[in-house]
T-cell receptor, first 114, second 112 residues
Framework: DAGITQSPRHKVTETGTPVTLRCHQT?????MYWYRQDPGHGLRLIHY???????DKGEVSDGYSVSRSKTEDFLLTLESATSSQTSVYFC?????????????FGPGTRLTVL | GDSVTQMEGPVTLSEEAFLTINCTYT??????LFWYVQYPGEGLQLLLK?????DKGSNKGFEATYRKETTSFHLEKGSVQVSDSAVYFC???????????FGKGTRLHILP
């Protein structure tokens, strides 16, 4: 398995506060992704990165921003958290942008916004 | 746009039963197809994949064949075990930067 870690693993916060989730990978993968998982929706892509400082929006990007200043780190920020952002967040990485390549997932972060 | 549809769960089977989880897809090109598995409290793991028509992916007794004519990638296992209880996601990968599109997942319960 690829070495992907996420921090924190659990977080409870209040509406209106900023929150940053961190994803760290040790495989030197070029591509990194942030998903959210909600009942009845499966996984939905929030943002992804195809290199340092290169990012793009996914399906559900509103209310989220990302940054990638180093190959190994991909940060997801909720500028002002809302209750609708209560979810489980997964980070993933992939070596290259080939359809045959496998995405490797982190263990997830459970975020609760009160 | 591209999409993946898989059978809704939960699916409950007895140990040693035959398993089929249906998955169909819609895509404009020639996607790669995947099955991922999520065990309780964990992230997703790749179970198997197929990259072109008629390819068969297999792993841990699970199999799925890429059927272009029916746009399907059904997951099968001949004899399930309690340890197979998990959520299974069908997915496709296509397009610039090869973003993966996931189905909504099928929860599988295996009874001893």
């Amino acid at each position: 398995d690829a070495g992907i870690t996420q921090s924190p693993r659990h977080k409870v916060t209040e509406t209106g506060t900023p929150v940053t989730l961190r994803c760290h990978q040790t495989e030197n993968h070029r591509y990194m992704y942030w998903y959210r998982q909600d009942p009845g929706h499966g996984l939905r892509l929030i943002h992804y990165s195809y290199g340092v400082k290169d990012t793009d929006k996914g399906e559900v990007s509103d209310g989220y921003s990302v940054s990638r200043s180093k190959t190994e780190d991909f940060l997801l920020t909720l500028e002002s958290a809302t209750s609708s952002q209560t979810s489980v967040y997964f980070c993933a990485s992939k070596r290259e942008g080939l359809g045959t390549d496998t995405q490797y997932f982190g263990p997830g972060t459970r975020l609760t916004v009160l | 746009g591209d999409s993946v549809t898989q059978m809704e769960g939960p699916v409950t089977l007895s140990e040693e039963a035959f398993l089929t989880i249906n998955c169909t897809y819609t895509a404009t090109g020639y996607p790669s197809l995947f099955w991922y598995v999520q065990y309780p409290g964990e992230g997703l793991q790749l179970l198997l994949k197929a990259t072109k028509a008629d390819d068969k992916g297999s792993n841990k007794g699970f199999e799925a064949t890429y059927r272009k004519e029916t746009t399907s990638f059904h997951l099968e296992k001949g004899s399930v075990q309690v340890s197979d209880s998990a959520v299974y996601f069908c997915a496709l990968s296509e397009g610039r930067d090869d973003k993966i599109i996931f189905g909504k997942g099928t929860r599988l319960h295996i009874l001893p």
